[in-house]
């Protein structure tokens, strides 16, 4: 957790980054024990968990879906190019290490508006060739799409995964489809595309109200809540691999998990792979 000192210096060297309001990524950080955040992102991530306590489950829901997520992309569909939309700050088992872990050709395109998270990753991944981070915003698919580190590290000519963790539930706009097709119509089929996605689950109407107040007052204002049969629609064109869009914890889990355990979660995920 960065002390006073060093958020001084943090600042100093991101002098672009907005630090005046709690930033999701910085504050998903935090909860998963990171030290890329600051007082304000700490301050309002302790009352998100004061408000709804399972946030702390769905950070780490989240999180280990992610990486069976990738796992299964990097062994089983045989893909080796990631595209990882809103990465947020890196933390330990990043899609890199993950991918590489079982592919070690694997090419990671991470791409975050979020100063703070860019810094970091670029200081942690050094001059690795076979990773790129790029500092833009992601409902700008265009851009994201020609700019030198997706388009100079991805061959969009061969099967490409293109990553949505938490992402599509805090775009301005409700239509979360319209911003797939856009990555989708870049890729050929045997493609994938895997998505993580807020739900309502264990959470109750009130403590979904308070998130929605408390994201009000951050750099990601909005939150979409979605059911299992909504995110399913965010996979036009993709063939759902088993078991579907399902509570993120019953994805394929590596250990049992109760129907409890995995409510307590509030986060649906999914994998599809592009049909020609």
């Not at 700019?147 to 099967?159: K, M, T, W």
Request: a negative charge.
């Amino acid at each position: 957790m960065n002390d006073g000192a060093g958020e001084v210096e943090l600042a100093a060297e991101v002098s672009h980054a907005d630090l005046t309001r709690p930033n999701i990524a910085r504050m998903y950080d935090y909860i998963l024990g990171g030290s890329a955040n600051f007082e304000v992102d700490r301050a309002a991530a302790d009352q998100a968990l004061e408000l709804v306590p399972t946030e702390r489950d769905y950070s780490y829901t989240n999180r280990s879906f992610l990486g069976r997520a990738v796992r299964y992309l990097a062994t089983e569909a045989g893909i080796d190019q990631f595209l990882d939309l809103g990465s947020g700050v890196p933390t330990v088992g990043n899609v890199h290490e993950i991918a590489r872990a079982h592919c070690p050709q694997a090419k990671v395109a991470y791409v975050d508006w979020e100063a703070i998270a860019c810094h970091h990753a670029r200081r942690l991944l050094g001059d690795d060739p076979q990773v790129s981070v790029t500092e833009l915003d992601v409902c700008d698919a265009d851009e994201v799409l020609r700019s030198p580190g997706v388009a100079g590290l991805l061959d969009f000519s061969e099967p490409v995964a293109v990553l949505a963790f938490g992402i599509l539930d805090l775009l301005p706009g409700p239509d979360g489809a319209a911003l797939v097709e856009r990555y989708r119509d870049a890729c050929v089929p045997g493609s994938a595309l895997a998505v993580s996605h807020n739900a309502q689950m264990s959470r109750t109407d009130d403590e979904v109200a308070a998130l929605r107040s408390l994201l009000a007052g951050t750099s990601t204002p909005h939150l979409h809540i979605r059911t299992a049969d909504e995110v399913a629609g965010l996979f036009p064109g993709y063939t759902l691999v088993d078991p579907g869009v399902v509570p993120a914890a019953h994805w394929r889990p590596d250990v049992p998990v109760s129907d409890e355990e995995a409510a307590r979660g509030n986060v649906l995920g999914g994998v599809g792979i592009l049909r020609g």
